[in-house]
């Protein structure tokens, strides 16, 4: 489909440009990003036609993109974005050696449950801090989601928790994980909730 409607000549090119979409999930990248890889695999393109190719992919449906949001000024940044696969199939598919990427890949899976659920899904900023997703309802009213594999280490849990806690609005703010010891724990306002529970709670 990308092939016929953009009238790809470099077909191999186009191929790297989609594994190396799949297997950075969860991952800040740039068209130079992009660029450098191809040229160390020797499939040199130009900045122009990896974007071209970037825009086909997300036509397509085969990654989302999600964009970043600044959260103190509640506006979209001009910074790289992260991207998504639709299909977490076809990332296995094409990647049998990312199948220990566990934390990516439930990421993206929370993130494909928060499109579902939520009209706006972006990567936060706040001040040199990450929250993972800002999910804004149709009123503009935000959700805050930070997703990791395990917290039960302090040290990981005191990072997860660091992007959240400088976060002084109202908004619910959520640590999403596979812990099933601890599972609903709350940190001053911040919830943790075992993603399993999550997924299959109600809207």
Known sequence: DIVTRLKVRDVPVLERVIRTLFSDIGSAI???NIA???KSAKLPADNKTIDRYVEGILNSLLMYEAKPYDIHGRSILRANSKYYAVDLGLRRLLLPDHQQDYGHIIENIVFLELKRRYPHVYVGRSNDLEVD????????EARYFQVALTTLDEKVLERELRPLKQ??????????T?????????YD??????ILDWLLERD
Not at 167 to 176: A, E, G, N
Not at 189 to 194: D, E, L, S, V
């Open 30 to 32: 740039s068209i130079s």
């Open 36 to 38: 450098n890889t191809l």
């Open 133 to 140: 997703f800002v999910a804004l309802n149709i009123k503009n």
């Open 167 to 176: 976060i002084h609005d109202s908004y619910p703010k959520y640590l999403l």
């Open 178 to 186: 596979m812990d099933t010891l601890n599972k609903d724990a709350n």
């Open 189 to 194: 306002g911040i919830q943790k909730m075992n």
